[in-house]
């Protein structure tokens, strides 16, 4: 991955697998000029890192010569193409083609016809090595074409972000969604998950997302995730992962200009791990750490069992009944202490001490992250 000012782009296209399409274009070209002698033109800026390793495949005698146009703001093409330098030699009967390093709207392309529309030349052809098929709203014809991508924003091989990027030799792709803190928060009954992710949340800038809090919502508001759901625990079924990790889609996806999220109450098994995992990857982005609070049994007893005197909450008032609450979290969160640690990604906090102090030491570890 690489940063280039403000985003953050990740490695998209070799440089073998552009070597690979600048030969196969240099060689069909060269084919159907047959024994002309080619005039190519270039679109400065970006292409000139084409034309010039084009020129150096290209088996016969041709002519090279530019011209300069500019449409790019930031990450967008704009319809006001500005003719920086034209043509200065006269074309009339000769063979042209125009090398772009790639076409996206075909505003661009354009304005290069408007430019050859008086030149009567021989031949105009149009090759460019990157083709954004989705992004192409004109009618010309391109007639080679080097590699079709998807309507992203791409930088290197002479294609720039704001002026940087355009030296790499390969190509990168914008990420979907920029650098994030993705924390999985576990604790047993007691530790004081809530507290600290109330305080994560805020110092970071994160997305809480509570799996049972989005269980509640999407069954609340009927949606068909929620729906869904529900089927399943009406039955006494235990929902599908699947449909869980659409409603954490959903979340995600409603929040994807977050810094990261904070998951709570989920993952519960490797296999959703793994889910979880894909759903990241999905977004261009992973799971920072896992953060498992760490307090002694006997004190989670105590705090639950003081807690259960002011709460009324059942659960919190039987000391065999917490101390198997606690068994059982231990038990469920080993195999996902396992799955985080051989990425090392697994970070034990001790969560015995003043809110204050623990979150000291919780700052800590994602500082380093
Ligand atoms: P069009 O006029 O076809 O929309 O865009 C053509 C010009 O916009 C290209 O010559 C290039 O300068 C710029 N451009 C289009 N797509 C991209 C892209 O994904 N990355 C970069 N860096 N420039 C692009
Ligand atoms: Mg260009």
């Known amino acids: 991955m690489i940063k280039l000012h403000d985003k953050y782009f990740k490695p998209f296209i070799s440089a073998k697998e552009i070597d690979a399409a600048m030969t196969r274009l240099a060689k069909e070209i060269a084919n159907d000029v047959g024994d002309d002698i080619p005039v190519f033109v270039g679109i400065l800026n970006g292409s000139f890192m084409v034309v010039s390793d084009f020129v150096k495949k290209y088996p016969k005698p041709c002519e090279v010569t530019f011209i300069k146009l500019a449409s ?43 430019i ?38 791409i930088v290197g091989y002479g294609l720039d972000y704001d002026g940087l990027g ?12 920029q650098h994030m803190t993705n ?12 507290t600290q992710a109330e305080f994560l949340k805020d110092k970071y800038h994160l997305v809480h997302i509570s799996t049972g809090d989005v269980f509640r919502f999407n069954i609340k508001n009927e949606t068909a995730l929620g729906m869904l759901a529900k089927s399943y625990i009406d039955k006494g079924e235990l929902v599908p992962d699947q449909i869980t990790i659409d409603m954490l889609e959903a979340e995600v996806e409603k929040n994807s200009d977050a810094n990261g999220f904070i998951f709570d109450g989920f993952p519960r098994t490797s296999a959703q791990a793994e889910a979880l995992d894909k759903l990241m990857e999905s977004k261009d982005s ?59 990604k697994y970070f034990g906090v001790d969560g015995v001490g003043s809110v204050e102090k623990i979150t000291e030491r919780l700052a800590k570890v994602i500082g380093n992250l």
């Open 72 to 114: 790019y703001e930031g990450v967008k093409s704009t319809e006001d193409i500005q003719r920086l330098i034209g043509l200065t030699q006269d074309l009339t009967g000769r063979t042209v083609v125009v090398l772009e390093d790639i076409i996206d709207t075909g505003n661009t392309l354009a304005e290069v016809h408007r």
């Open 116 to 153: 050859f529309k008086n030149e009567n030349v021989k031949s105009l052809k149009i090759a460019t090595l990157f083709y954004k098929p989705e992004a192409y709203k004109k009618d010309f014809k391109l007639h080679y074409i080097g590699i079709e991508i998807p309507n992203k924003f």
């Open 166 to 177: 355009r030296n790499i030799p390969e190509v990168y792709q914008i990420k979907e969604t």
């Open 183 to 194: 924390l999985v928060l576990f604790g047993p009954p007691g530790a004081g998950k809530g």
């Open 286 to 344: 992973a799971i920072s750490a896992m953060i498992a609070l760490e307090v002694d049994d006997d004190i989670l007893v105590k705090r639950l069992l003081s807690r259960g005197k002011t709460s009324g909450r059942a659960d919190d008032a039987d000391e065999t009944v917490i101390r198997n609450r606690i068994k059982e979290y231990y038990k469920k969160t080993a195999i996902l202490k396992d799955y985080y640690s051989a990425q090392n």
